[in-house]
């Protein structure tokens, strides 16, 4: 922690990516910081969350349904396989339900998030 900001960076180890054909070993990531508000329980949360294209769209929507804003979403990579997506998200809340909402989409697909996924189908 820095002047008040935390910042955590997560790798998807769940990914095994080629760019340009040539696999990785490069660590694709999500990362993301908080600042707390000085006399609440609330902070402003940023991120930058890696996704596979499979997933964005039910992420965006699940990080929406959790209060979280996603204010823009790309691609880094071109040539990429599997293609990856990044979410920049924001919101002011408390942190740690901001991080678990983020560690969520994260999960492998034996997770909860899938379980959202598959009654959103």
């Known amino acids: 922690m820095q002047d008040g900001v935390c ?6 180890k769940d990914i095994r990516v080629t760019i340009e054909g040539i696999p990785t070993k490069i660590p694709m990531g999500t990362s993301f910081s908080f600042q707390m508000i000085p006399g609440t329980s609330k ?9 596979l294209q499979k997933e964005t769209f039910y992420a965006v929507r699940f990080l ?4 979280i804003t996603v204010s823009a979403l790309h ?10 997506m990044y ?5 002011v809340m408390n942190p740690l339900h901001f991080a678990r909402a983020i560690a969520e989409v994260m999960k492998p697909a034996h997770s909860e998030f899938d379980n959202y996924m598959d009654w959103e189908e």
């Open 7 to 12: 910042s955590v960076g997560i790798s998807r």
């Open 43 to 51: 902070a402003l949360n940023l991120g930058d969350v890696i996704l």
């Open 64 to 67: 929406y349904d959790q209060g």
């Open 75 to 84: 691609n880094h990579w071109l040539l990429d396989d599997p293609h990856l």
């Open 87 to 91: 979410a920049h998200v924001q919101a």
